[in-house]
């Protein structure tokens, strides 16, 4: 099956600043990159996602960008605030027929106000 | 739409006893996912169904474990006999299709087993 690995595991950081979260994964016919964030007690909830003929993806403060030739994808959050503390996963998989699909452990995100 | 349904939220019940977990997708959607989570283990994909189709168990632990999708708005997960090492919360999302696609996560149902 897939590996799939976050860094940090944990992350703190103050407000209005960034934060980035990497994850590589070793599978590669991957080609759908999902980041999801999922706040104390709730569900899990996608933020944004990319597909593997994009190299990168922004909406508002969230970005995400994606190295094939490496296998790894990463979340980036600017002016960060406390509503963004929760935990962050990333779900590489592949498509329909072979579907491999796994989370990654998490990283979790403590902004500091 | 009221998004993905599960029931109960909470479960709590004695070792050896069957656990019965369901889910109602969002309709129209084509594939759903059952999911456990655990401190020790995080988010763990335990079987998919496309089309009320299972396509993928691999992620099932044991025979104790069983999931059905009868119909395209209804499916359960059992555990029979339940452990304690089960307690976990267990998530069940639906999509669109497999690929390419936004998971909706129902709210979980946190089962305890003693």
């Given at each position: ?40 007690g ?10 593997s003929?994009?190299g990168e993806?922004?909406d508002?403060?969230?970005a ?6 490496a296998?790894?994808?990463s ?23 072979s ?9 979790k995100l403590s902004?500091?106000? | ?5 599960q ?30 989570q ?11 169904f ?7 168990d691999?992620?099932?632990p044991?025979?104790r474990?069983?999931?059905k ?46």
């Amino acid at each position: 099956g897939e590996n799939v690995e976050q860094h940090p595991s944990t992350l703190s950081v103050q407000e209005g600043d960034s934060a980035v979260i990497k994850c590589t994964y070793s599978d590669s016919a991957s080609n759908y990159f999902p980041w999801y964030k999922q706040e104390l007690g709730k569900r899990p909830q996608l933020i944004i996602d990319i597909r593997s003929n994009v190299g990168e993806k922004k909406d508002q403060r969230i970005a995400v960008t994606l190295n094939k030739t490496a296998k790894h994808f990463s979340l980036h959050i600017t002016e960060t605030q406390p509503e963004d503390s929760a935990v962050y996963f990333c779900a590489p998989h592949s498509g329909a027929g072979s579907y491999q699909l796994t989370f990654g452990k998490g990283t979790k995100l403590s902004v500091i106000p | 739409d009221a998004g993905v349904i599960q029931s109960p939220r909470h479960e709590v019940t004695e070792m050896g006893q069957e656990v019965t977990l369901r889910c109602k997708p969002i309709s129209g959607h084509n594939s759903l996912f059952w999911y456990r989570q655990t401190m020790m283990r995080g988010l763990e994909l335990l079987i998919y169904f496309n089309n009320n189709v299972p396509i993928d168990d691999s992620g099932m632990p044991e025979d104790r474990f069983s999931a059905k999708m009868p119909n395209a708005s209804f499916s359960t997960l059992k555990i029979q006999p339940s452990e304690p090492r089960d307690s976990a919360v267990y998530f069940c999302a639906s999509s669109l299709t497999d690929t390419y696609n936004e998971q909706f996560f129902g709210p979980g149902t946190r089962l305890t087993v003693l």
